[in-house]
């Protein structure tokens, strides 16, 4: 049986399917209109069968490692949507090395590769994308507010893969991680307001307002 958890509050509608060895956290994001799928793990059929019949708009990575990418080729495969990852991981994703890990998935095109200041959009939402390096070369997060949803009083969003969990950020420890990216990164989410509610690609939600020790572990770190 299907881990399905419904997340209520925010200006979008968010279930999270909970899947895989790792315990990942696959979000169905989506409005009145279309929906998202962001970091298939595994079981492209299951989630297919989770989003009800609602039109998948397209399939987001938000970085290389196999426990993100596990379905993605098969989900797009049966689904038509594109996949959208950011620029420095869509290689590793394209041609799976096992950067990082002992696992290695399929390969998957990706059909639109993404940087700072590009919008992902489905349906009625308009996703900014943000690159935030550290965990991975090419991780990126997305950030929405209201309108851009189907629910005008709820939270904006960030969905943050593995760069910022509930206490704590990704590990850099992986060939391409880097912690001095990391704490750029880590600079640029503390900028979001503090009731933007945080989606991370394991364990529970948290918000930017309850990260604010996280981000203060890095200190005043200059950009370059």
């Not at 970091?39 to 290389?64: C, F, M, R, Y």
């Not at 993100?68 to 996949?83: C, I, Q, Y």
């Not at 850099?172 to 991370?200: H, I, Y």
Request: aromatic fraction near 4%; include cysteine; charged fraction near 20%.
């Amino acid at each position: 049986m299907l881990d399905l958890k419904t997340v209520h509050g925010l200006c979008v509608d968010v279930d999270c399917l909970i899947m895989g060895p790792l315990q990942n956290n696959v979000y169905l994001i989506s409005d009145d209109e279309a929906a998202l799928v962001v970091d298939p793990t595994e079981n492209a059929e299951a989630i297919l069968s989770a989003l009800g019949g609602k039109k998948l708009a397209a399939i987001v990575l938000t970085h290389g490692h196999w426990d993100h990418t596990g379905a993605a080729a098969e989900l797009r495969r049966l689904s038509g949507a594109p996949v959208i990852a950011g620029v420095a991981d869509a290689d590793q994703i394209e041609r799976p090395s096992g950067i990082g890990t002992s696992r290695v998935s399929d390969p998957c095109p990706v059909d639109v590769r993404v940087k700072t200041g590009d919008v992902v959009r489905a349906g009625g939402m308009q996703w900014k994308v943000l690159e935030t390096p550290g965990h991975s070369p090419g991780s990126i997060c997305l950030f929405i507010v209201p309108p851009f949803g189907n629910h005008a009083d709820g939270l904006p969003v960030l969905v943050s893969g593995d760069t910022l969990f509930k206490g704590t950020f990704g590990r850099t420890d992986f060939e391409g991680g880097s912690m001095r990216e990391m704490g750029r990164s880590m600079k640029r989410l503390a900028a979001l307001p503090d009731d933007v509610a945080v989606l991370p690609g394991h364990n529970d939600l948290t918000t930017i307002g309850n990260e604010r020790s996280t981000f203060a572990l890095f200190g005043d770190e200059p950009e370059e």
